[in-house]
């Protein structure tokens, strides 16, 4: 199994300074727009996004939550292990907002799929939109796209994309993983 760095952690936040720049262009003070981290390596993206938009960019009190997509998923029965639930946090209506989901990965497009059924729970956005660290653009199931990408790679089916957060992990950094 080899490992091959793909981001380093200046590299990641500069990527994250840059997508939170065209979250700005696009949302600017984001009075209408909520930005929801899918559970549970979305969440770390989301947080670190709503931290440089609020100490770097001064944009204050900008709605955001965490939504999980476990059984909403159409392979969540096809494991050998019982799946474990992660918690949902929305704590504002989501109702003719405007929606950001982020993610820290898109591969197959199967958890975006999940996550637009998960929310319609909780109310019909005006708009969703995606933000996401690394497109794997040669891997997609379905017809799903980024807004917003921090990354594209094309990798194989063979090797897997991982993302380190110093929260997590104790450093920032993305590989590329040989299986």
């Not at 199994?1 to 300074?17: G, T, Y």
């Not at 003070?29 to 938009?53: E, H, M, S, Y």
Request: overall charge positive; glycine content about 4%.
């Amino acid at each position: 199994m080899s490992q091959k760095v793909l981001l380093n952690a200046k590299e990641v936040n500069i990527i994250l300074h840059r997508l939170a720049c065209q979250l700005i262009e696009k949302h600017n003070d984001f009075t209408n727009t909520v930005l929801i981290g899918l559970q549970p390596r979305g969440v770390f993206v989301a947080n670190r996004l709503a931290k440089i938009l609020e100490e770097d960019y001064k944009i204050k009190n900008i709605p955001l939550g965490h939504l999980d997509i476990t059984f909403y998923r159409d392979d969540f029965r096809r494991g050998d292990k019982p799946l474990e639930a992660n918690t949902t946090k929305i704590n504002f209506l989501v109702e003719n907002k405007n929606i950001v989901f982020i993610d820290d990965v898109l591969y197959t497009g199967r958890s975006i799929r999940a996550a637009l059924t998960a929310i319609q729970s909780f109310g019909r956005p005006n708009e969703i939109e995606l933000l996401t660290l690394i497109d794997r653009r040669f891997s997609r199931h379905l017809p799903i796209q980024p807004n917003y990408r921090g990354r594209q790679v094309d990798a194989i089916n063979k090797e897997k994309v991982i993302v380190h957060w110093q929260e997590n992990e104790g450093e920032d950094a993305v590989y590329l993983i040989n299986k």
